[in-house]
């Protein structure tokens, strides 16, 4: 079967760094998506992975393991807005994201 | 770039009507366009596929004849709630997903980009 597995929550305070980690387990790999949604809005794209290794932007940067089905998403000098939902999405042999309930993030001042 | 608008924003309509979400790519030819549902507190559910000029591929469970979706352009998907009732409220998204030539600086192919979505309420 195809599921992902990502913290529930996760909570942070402002200015410090937070790592949100993804593992998971699809039929095929195209690649890998990290999106944010904030509460009543629809989700927003952030970075995609399809290599192993680091992609850096801006304050978020996320990582890849395809051998081990492993990413996360790394948040650094974190600010109130960032407070949001962050789903990983990794997309299967037919091109389809698969989603799990993604990691709720909360800021503390 | 890459910007899908919706519209509605939000909706309330009586039970038994039908309401209509139509769902832009603005900037970008979206070959393929998905069709999402989101109840409060839940994960995205994916409704349905649809690639332009065929019919749409639904998800197990999800009836095609109350859900109808139309593609008929590169930059326009429908999707029609027909005789909607109070459990069919939801809040209704779009993605756009493109590829090839025409894109703008920054969209990346495979990338699903979403619309604001559509708040639907059945009275």
């Known amino acids: 079967g195809q599921n992902i597995d990502q913290p529930t929550e996760m909570t942070a305070t402002e200015g410090a760094i937070v790592q949100i980690n993804c593992t998971y387990q699809t039929s095929g790999f195209n690649g890998l998506f990290w999106y944010q949604q904030h509460a009543g809005e629809a989700p927003t794209f952030l970075s995609y992975n399809v290599l192993d290794g680091l992609e850096e932007k801006g304050r978020f940067s996320s990582f890849l393991s395809r051998s081990k089905g492993y990413s996360y998403l790394l948040l650094k000098e974190l600010q109130m807005k960032d407070s949001a939902s962050y789903l990983c999405a990794p997309m299967d042999s037919n091109y389809q994201l698969i989603w799990g309930a993604g990691t709720k993030l909360i800021i503390k001042p | ?123």
């Open chain 2, 1 to 123: 770039g890459a910007v899908v608008s919706q519209h509605p924003s939000w909706v309330i309509c009586k039970s038994g009507t039908s309401v209509k979400i139509e769902c832009r790519s603005l900037d970008f030819q979206a070959t393929t366009m998905f069709w999402y549902r989101q109840f409060p507190k839940q994960s995205l559910m994916l409704m349905a596929t649809s690639n332009e000029g065929s019919k749409a591929t639904y998800e197990q469970g999800v009836e095609k004849d109350k859900f109808l979706i139309n593609h008929a352009s590169l930059t326009l998907s429908t999707l029609t709630v027909t005789s909607a009732h109070p459990e069919d409220s939801s809040f209704y998204i779009c993605s756009a997903r493109g590829l090839g030539t025409g894109r703008p600086t920054g969209m990346i192919s495979d990338t699903q980009y979403f619309g604001p979505g559509t708040r639907l309420t059945v009275l």
